[in-house]
């Protein structure tokens, strides 16, 4: 009896393991799903900090830029007043003249010192006169403010600038206003 007793305990045994097995595998195939479900919410959560952190250095980024961009813009601008003052104080050093000097000649050489040197200044800054008298009608240039009869070669040309025009470097920061010949 103990042959047959082996026999069935063997039986069982390996019916046993075998239950055993597929009970096993199937934990641990969850496990492993569970595994790897846990590294994927780790590197969603690694992911998550590191688009943070680029975003925040993008924001960064952008607030620097316009600080930045503003000082530039605030400093160019100190510049260019600085730059003027002393044609201010030529300005202030002329009126005190008039007010003690009645040599009108003088006077108006002091006055075409100053806006020779007011005149250079800009020049040195990019800002140049706009030459109209004569030259043909540009609409890029020029705005008619009266038109006058004239014979058919003046036709199209300025006769007379009003206002003077500027450009600062290509572009045109206060159109001349001429009369143009009809």
Not at 52 to 69: G, P, V
Not at 103 to 126: C, D, R, T, V
């Amino acid at each position: 009896m103990s042959d047959k007793t082996t026999e069935k305990e063997q039986e069982l045994d390996q019916e046993v393991d075998a239950t055993t097995a597929e009970e096993t595998a199937p934990l641990s195939e969850i496990e492993l799903l569970q595994k790897e479900l846990e590294e994927t919410k780790a590197q969603l959560e690694h992911e998550k900090k590191e688009h943070l952190f680029t975003r925040a250095e993008f924001d960064n980024y952008r607030r620097r830029s316009i600080m930045e961009k503003g000082d530039i813009i605030k400093t160019a601008s100190e510049k260019a007043m600085k730059d003027i003052l002393p044609v201010v104080d030529d300005f202030e050093r002329g009126l005190a003249a008039m007010k003690e000097s009645d040599n009108a000649e003088a006077l108006l050489e002091g006055i075409e010192l100053i806006y020779n040197k007011f005149i250079k200044y800009l020049e040195q800054n990019g800002v140049k006169a706009i030459e109209s008298n004569g030259a043909d009608f540009n609409t890029e240039y020029h705005e008619a403010v009266a038109l006058l009869p004239m014979g058919e070669e003046m036709a199209g040309k300025v006769i007379d600038t009003v206002t003077k025009g500027y450009t600062l470097g290509d572009k045109v920061i206060r159109y001349a206003k001429v009369a143009v010949g009809q």
